[in-house]
Every structure is written in structure tokens, then in C-alpha cells.
């Protein structure tokens, strides 16, 4: 039987159990502050610790939506260097990917994915992986040829540097760096430069890293050097790149005393074209006397005709545009948008030619046979319209220009119509690919599609559109309707004005073909 009396209960003043409550509290309070603290502690370990899944995490909890501002300085520089090393870590996982694809197309390895006698078994399928890496992630088939390259290279002979890019501890420039140098050398000295080259390159530039390699090259392989520097002139060429406001750059490379003739002779023309009063730069002479070089070149009656005719330049400008009534962009044949000034000066001495664009898309309906140049050569019209149409090579990311390219009948004649609906602009590399591979085309029969449209389907059953240029915004004045003030019924067309051609893509290498095909 419980005793009142000896219950001892000894109750709390109301100012004892705040104190205590408060004491829990803390205590409770402090744990969850340790706890935090912990946890951040963890999370900067991650962030400095090897790239990969948790270092994901800790970037995200330090850089995510409204967490920069709280962060000192050393974490944000943490950060930083965690995000690149994180790039470098994902960068590595593509290029294996790619390894893989490649070998499984190798027409020396037999393919478990793949029936025997897979037409993309061959060696051509084999270089084709490149148009799958651009047709994936829409980048050139340069951009992709690079990556297939540095993944085969990685993957084989240099294992290591693939374990430095994987692990962060360099990025993607400096191991294409160290894959560029080991071109040539034997597998010995390979590993010579590669393991040079891994002692420096975390703490040091892509350019210094450069400098590092060129250096071990030589000194690993000195007879080879030699060798080398002969090859490497087969590998002379040149690149444009288009760059922003109307802007290309031309890329020369050329074997040394030919590149400092080339600077000689420019270097001459631009002293001699400075005149009293001539507020250009000397930088701006030597560009100018440059082009000017070139132009005159193209004067030549005896340069080589293409599918248009006489090399020429092609600018596509809205009826507006050239009459002053507007200011919209005009379009110049491989390299793109310009400004109205620009083009208005373009075309002032070129040859004109009418064009009607659809007015839902801007894309080209029909083409105008009548120009007024003189000695202008007729050409078939459905070749016109289709490189018009086109303006470049209709494989997916491809920049090669439609001028040089192939007429590929989807269905190969004579089993296919050669109407332009069924004809389209292939480069000579990417005909061969069509026919000779697992990628497929056919047109689209979308009505929210423009005419011309094309659906690309790769080896893997991937799909991705490609449509005509569009010569012209859709709904403008000059754009296949008549522009304000002019009498019903007239539809003015687009001018397309032409004088000159580059025959090279902007941002592309053209590669001939070494069987052209027989389609």
C-alpha cells in the first residue's frame, strides 16, 4: 500500500522548470548544432575529394538555389575547383562510352549486340560512330571525330591520363594535349611523354603543358621528331569559324616557311596600301590587303565551276531589306546570319536572282531561272533549287556547303522520282554513309513540318529532324508577300545575290569522298 507520506515528491519551483526546460533545449540545440556542423564538414570533404556522385551533392548544397551568398570565399573557391573536377569526371565517362561504341562497331571484333554480316560492321560503320556521337549530342562531325579519337587513344595506349581526367585531376584541353603528342611515338615512348607529362599538368596551363610535351616528344623519340615533322605537312589545311557580328576567322595550318611567306607578303601589302590620312590599324591593313588577295583570285575565268557555276559567294536577302523598307537580317551562304548594312554592300555587285519562300516557314517554294549577269551559264534547275533549299549538307549538324555537295536521291534512282521533293544536298563523306551504314533517312510527313523537312534515323533506331534553311522569317514584308504600298497580286521575292563562294564550311572540314558513289 502506497504511503502518501512517502511519495517524496518535490515539486518544482516554476522558475526550476524553466531553467531545466531551458537546459533541454539547449542541450538539445547543441546536438543539432554539432550534428550540422558535422555534416557540413562532410559535405566539404566531398567537395574536396574525388569527383563523382557525393561531390555532386556537395556542390549542389553549397551552390544551389540561395546558398552562394552564405558561403565564404575559401568554400566558393572550393567549390570552384570541385565543379571542374566534377567536368573532368564526366567528361571521362562520355569518352569510355564512345570507347565502347567504337569497338563495337571495330570490324576487327566481333559484336554480341549486332547479327553477323551487319552492314555496320564495316569499316566505314566504324568511322560512321562519329556521325552518331554528332547526331546524339549535336555537335559537328568534327567536334565528334575529335572525341572518338581522344576516347581510342585513352582507352588503349594511354590508360593513365583517362585515370587523371576520371579522378579530376586535369581537364579535357590537357588530355587532348597529351593524346596529340603520343601520335607517332611507339608505345615505349608514349608512356615516356604521358608520364612527364602527368607530373606537371595538374599546376600547370594547357598552354605551358604544350610547351612541357613538345619538348619530351623530342626528347624521347629524336629520329621520329624528324620523321614526324615531315608527315605532319600532309595534315596542312585550312578552317573557317564563324564568330559573332557578322565575323569569321580563318584558320591556316601550314608548314612553317610557307606561313612566314604568308606574313612576309601581307605584312609588304599592308605597308604598302597605308596612305596619308589612312586611319586604319595595322591590324585592319592586313586584314583588308588579305581579302583583297583573294578576291582578285577569284577574277580568274579558269577557276573550276561547281554545281551553281562560277565560284561565287550566295547571300540571301528579304525583298525589304534590299530596297531600304527594312532592316532584317540577310543570310550568307556558309557562314550565316549578317546585318542588313553588310549584306546591301554585299550585293551591290553580285548577280540577282527571284526566290519565293513559304510564308508559314521561310522556307524556298521556287526559284527563278532569270538573273541579269552576263555570261552566266544555265545550270538544271532542280540542282539550283535544292542547293538554294538546302544551303548545306542535309545530314544532321553537318555544315559542308549544298554548292559542293552531292544530289542523293532518297530513293535511289531509277527506282526513286528525281523531283526536288525526293533530292537533297549530301556532302561526299555522309552519301556514302547514307547508303553504306545503318543511318536512314526519309521525309516528313508532319503538316507542321516545312517542305523539305527530314527525318534521320541512326544505326541505334535514334531519330532526330533536319530541316531546310530558312531563307526568310515567315510573315515579313518581302518574305513571299508584298511588302506595304505595293499593288495587289505583286509578291516581291527574296534576292539571293552572288559574286564569289567559299568552298569550305564555316566551322568544318570538307572531306572528299574516296569512292564518290555511284547513286
Known amino acids: 500500500m502506497f504511503d502518501r507520506d512517502d511519495a517524496l515528491v518535490d515539486p518544482l519551483t516554476e522558475a526550476e522548470f524553466d531553467a531545466a526546460f531551458a537546459a533541454l533545449i539547449d542541450g538539445v540545440e547543441r546536438e543539432q548544432a554539432s550534428r ?38 575559401t568554400l566558393l573557391l572550393d567549390a570552384l575547383r570541385a565543379a571542374r573536377r566534377l567536368e573532368s569526371w564526366a567528361q571521362a565517362r562520355q569518352l569510355a562510352v564512345i570507347a565502347e561504341l567504337a569497338a563495337r562497331r571495330s570490324p576487327r571484333a566481333g559484336n554480341p549486340h549486332e547479327a553477323p554480316d551487319s552492314p555496320r560492321e564495316s569499316p566505314l560503320a566504324f568511322r560512321a560512330v562519329a556521325d552518331e556521337v554528332a547526331f546524339e549530342l549535336s555537335v559537328s562531325r568534327y567536334a565528334a571525330e575529335q572525341r572518338l579519337d581522344l576516347a581510342m587513344t585513352l582507352s588503349g595506349r594511354l590508360p593513365r591520363t583517362l585515370d587523371a581526367l576520371e579522378g579530376g585531376e586535369i581537364d579535357y584541353p590537357k588530355a587532348l594535349a597529351i ?3 603520343s601520335h607517332g611515338l611507339a608505345d615505349g615512348a608514349a608512356e615516356t611523354v604521358e608520364s612527364r607529362a602527368l607530373a606537371v599538368a595538374p599546376e600547370r596551363t594547357t598552354a605551358e603543358l604544350r610547351r612541357v610535351l613538345a619538348h619530351a616528344v623530342i626528347a624521347a623519340d629524336p629520329a621520329g621528331a624528324r620523321r614526324r615533322a615531315e608527315a605532319a605537312q600532309e595534315d596542312r589545311r585550312v578552317a573557317f569559324t564563324q564568330v559573332s557580328d557578322g565575323m569569321c576567322d580563318v584558320w591556316m595550318h601550314l608548314p612553317a616557311p610557307g606561313a ?149 536521291h532518297r530513293v535511289p534512282y531509277p527506282r526513286g522520282a528525281t523531283c526536288e ?31 523539305g523537312t527530314l527525318i534521320w534515323t541512326s544505326p541505334t533506331g535514334r531519330e532526330r529532324k533536319d530541316y531546310p534553311a530558312v531563307l526568310a522569317p515567315p510573315g515579313l514584308p518581302g518574305m513571299g508577300q508584298p511588302p506595304p504600298g505595293s499593288p495587289p497580286g505583286e509578291s516581291p521575292p527574296v534576292t539571293s545575290a552572288g559574286g564569289r563562294e567559299s568552298d569550305e564550311p564555316v566551322g568544318e572540314r570538307i572531306e572528299e569522298a574516296q569512292d564518290p558513289p555511284p547513286f
Open 260 to 408: 612566314m611567306a604568308i606574313k612576309a607578303a601581307i605584312g609588304a601589302l599592308a605597308r604598302r596600301a597605308k596612305t596619308p590620312g589612312d586611319r586604319r590599324t595595322a591590324d585592319q591593313r592586313r586584314a583588308d590587303v588579305a581579302v583583297e588577295v583573294f578576291l582578285r583570285a577569284l577574277e580568274d575565268p579558269a577557276l573550276p565551276r561547281t554545281r551553281q557555276g562560277r565560284p561565287h559567294i550566295l547571300v540571301t536577302v528579304p525583298a525589304s531589306t534590299l530596297t531600304g523598307a527594312g532592316e532584317e537580317p540577310a543570310y550568307l551562304g556558309g557562314y550565316g546570319p549578317i546585318v542588313a548594312e553588310l549584306s546591301r554592300d554585299v550585293v551591290a555587285n553580285g548577280t540577282w536572282r527571284c526566290a519565293i519562300t513559304d510564308d508559314a516557314h521561310g522556307t524556298l517554294l521556287g526559284l527563278g531561272t532569270s538573273t541579269h549577269t552576263p555570261g552566266y551559264r544555265h545550270h538544271s534547275a532542280g540542282a539550283r533549287h535544292v542547293t538554294v533549299r538546302d544551303r548545306t549538307c542535309r545530314f544532321v549538324g553537318c555544315a559542308n556547303p549544298a554548292e559542293t555537295a552531292d544530289l542523293d
Open 36 to 73: 550540422a556542423r558535422a555534416a557540413r564538414l562532410a559535405a566539404e570533404e566531398r567537395l574536396r575529394g574525388a569527383p563523382g556522385a557525393g561531390a555532386a551533392a556537395a556542390i549542389e548544397r553549397f551552390t544551389g538555389e540561395g546558398a552562394l551568398p552564405d558561403q565564404p570565399d
Open 421 to 451: 521533293c525526293e533530292t537533297g544536298s549530301l556532302c561526299p563523306y555522309h552519301h556514302r554513309v547514307k547508303h553504306e551504314t545503318g543511318f536512314r533517312v526519309r521525309g516528313s510527313q508532319d503538316p507542321a513540318d516545312p517542305v
Open 179 to 181: 593524346a596529340e603528342s
